[in-house]
């Protein structure tokens, strides 16, 4: 293997981890928190969040582990011998929860944004489930690109 097809699928699973485990977090702890208070103050406090969410440091690692991910699907593509398929079935996966992420939860994060506290219980029926599939693809991804594979 060579220097790129190694650190490629570590960059992208080690993203993918940090993301997943921030989604998993979300799923464990913040909505369940969020569905213990009013409909009023978990908007405001999700709402909070959504904006705090969109800094440099998460919007970097959110789309860096994206772009190492389709690099390593990309690269498998020109040179099958450079990536497993278990590599490329990793970056697949942390792929398909970038894009439920862009296609799922940030339209429910705006449409919250502009219905307020009588969406709520909506938006949680939608969102907890996407979120919570976003979570397992991009853990799931990270594994397969991270677990140690016999040369």
């Not at 699907?73 to 942390?94: E, F, K, N």
């Amino acid at each position: 293997m060579t220097t790129l097809s190694t650190w490629l699928p570590t960059a992208a699973g080690t993203g993918s981890a940090l993301v997943g485990g921030f989604y998993f977090a979300f799923s464990a702890l913040v909505m369940p928190a969020l569905r213990g208070r009013p409909a009023s103050e978990a908007v405001t406090a999700m709402n909070s969040i959504n904006r705090k969410a969109v800094t440099p440091p998460f919007m970097i690692l959110f789309f860096g582990s994206a772009a190492a991910s389709a690099a390593v699907v990309i690269t498998a593509v020109v040179d099958p011998a450079s990536q497993p398929p278990l590599r490329v079935a990793g970056a697949a996966a942390c792929l398909a929860g970038f894009v439920s992420t862009m296609a799922v939860n940030v339209p429910l994060n705006n449409r919250l944004a502009q219905a307020g506290s009588q969406d709520w219980n909506r938006f949680l029926r939608s969102w907890v489930p996407a979120n919570h599939a976003r979570a397992a693809l991009s853990i799931a991804g990270a594994v397969a690109l991270l677990v140690p594979l016999n040369p």
